[in-house]
């Protein structure tokens, strides 16, 4: 199972929005709406931001978004904070009965 | 609030056999709804799932890890653990424990995250 692609690193400035996109395949982002994201800043555990594509889990900011097109999900952060640098992992099941991560990006507040 | 912790050696020798378990508090680790997991960080890579386990014994596995893991799970200790056979310095990770949905859908709880080390 390889890994879901993800942009090694995205940046933006406060205030702006920026969008993270993962890319799988048919057997795991396309084939199933159980895309989740997660926010992991070094040394913490991560923290889910959204699951099931699009939800976000109570006390999440709506700054957050997730959306999905075919094999690839996209994660959007608007309104960017100095708070969000941190780095970004998209996740999915898979035909197999697995999960899989993809390679994390790392999101630079300018 | 559900809380899950992470014990086991900081460092173990190559060729050895890492073992983690991971404990539970805050609810029954027998809940029907969710899945337990293991879930690693190497040093400077992302996050790569290890193995799941249900509360029944079901268990599910990275298929390029498989023939070295072995995932267990104790209801009566609220406990689930790792064994990672014939370990080499490339499995050098924090390992985190985590509550995965049904479907693996999310990781919704994470144990704080624990370093282990390979030595030659």
């Known amino acids: 199972q390889s890994a879901l692609t993800q942009p090694a690193s995205v940046s933006g400035s406060p205030g702006q929005w920026i969008t993270i996109s993962c890319t799988g395949t048919s057997s795991d982002v396309g084939g199933y709406n159980y895309v989740s994201w997660y926010q992991h800043h070094p040394g913490r555990a991560p923290k889910l931001i959204i699951y099931?594509?699009?939800n976000r889990p109570s006390g999440v900011s709506n700054r957050f978004s997730g959306s999905k097109s075919g094999n690839t999900a996209s994660l959007t952060i608007s309104g960017l904070q100095t708070e969000d640098e941190a780095d970004y992992y998209c996740n999915s099941y898979t035909s197999s009965s697995t999960m899989v991560f993809g390679g994390g990006t790392k999101v630079t507040v300018l | 609030q559900l809380q899950l912790q992470e014990s086991g050696p900081g460092l173990v020798k190559a060729s050895e056999t890492l073992s983690l378990t991971c404990t539970v508090a805050g609810g029954s680790i027998s809940n029907a709804d969710y899945f337990w997991g293991w879930i690693r960080q190497p040093p400077g890579k992302g996050l790569e799932w290890i193995a799941s386990i249900y509360y029944k014994g079901n268990t599910y596995y990275n298929l390029s890890l498989k023939s070295r893991v072995t995932i267990s799970i104790d209801t009566s200790k609220n406990q689930f653990s790792l064994k990672l056979s014939s370990v080499t310095a490339a499995d050098t990770a924090v390992y985190y424990c985590g509550r995965l949905g049904s479907f693996f859908r999310l990781v919704d709880y994470w144990g704080q995250g624990t370093l282990v080390t390979v030595s030659s």
């Open positions: 099931d594509v699009s």
